[in-house]
């Protein structure tokens, strides 16, 4: 059936590339976009086009920042730049943020240590953090990392890695839910979570 429409399979084939897309729910965005406005799917095309283009991630914290602006973060005078909180992914970034209980830093790993799919250390950001804490300025390092196998594995290599440096090492607090993942913890949990952090320090 799909053969017979061509421009329709070289869509499919095209959005099937993106991971999350890949799913039943594939069609239901084909079917939204077919069915839409032409004006509002020129609009998407060109916002794609020019966020590909004009963002980028900040070679400090690797949230993502417009390629002409400094990061809002790194240089806000607002923030605490002596506390980093390490996150998985720029969405949990996001999450902790709209929890308005937390003013320092971030830094997105890009990724957990993964074997079973292909994700080794060297795949993320940890050296990149290890050399931020080495400048000297960074005295507290907050492990906001899914409870899940893949965020306890993470957490032990990045506490590895920060041995040397001597800076406090915290992590969320257990309150967090067994496999829970940050960026789908209310504003409650995260502020609780956040708040009765315990020290790692002492497995330095
Ligand atoms: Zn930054």
Redesign the pocket.
């Known amino acids: 059936m799909i053969n017979s429409v061509p421009h329709l399979k070289q869509l499919l084939r095209q959005l099937q590339q993106v991971p999350y897309l890949a799913s039943k729910n594939l069609y239901r965005v084909v079917d939204h976009l077919l069915g839409s406005d032409p004006r509002m799917v020129a609009n998407l095309c060109d916002a794609l086009t020019k966020a590909r283009d004009q963002i980028i991630r900040?070679s400090?914290?690797f949230?993502w920042?417009e390629r002409s602006k400094p990061?809002s973060?790194?240089t806000s005078s607002k923030r605490d730049q002596s506390v980093v909180c390490v996150v998985q992914s720029w969405q949990d970034a996001l999450s902790i943020e709209t929890s308005e209980s937390y003013r320092g830093l971030y830094h997105v790993l890009c990724g957990l240590v993964s074997p079973l799919d292909g994700v080794g250390p060297q795949d993320l950001t940890v050296q990149h953090l290890v050399r931020r804490v080495e400048k000297g300025k960074i005295k507290e390092i907050i492990l906001a990392l899914n409870q899940t196998p893949e965020g306890e594995a993470t957490s032990i290599y990045v506490v590895g890695q920060l041995k040397k440096s001597g800076v406090m090492v915290s992590a969320l607090s257990r309150g967090v839910p067994a496999g829970g993942s940050i960026a789908f913890m209310d504003r409650l949990t995260i502020y609780q979570a956040l708040s009765d952090r315990r020290s790692l320090s002492g497995n330095l």
Do not use: E, Y
């Open positions: 900040c400090d914290c949230i920042i990061c973060f790194c």
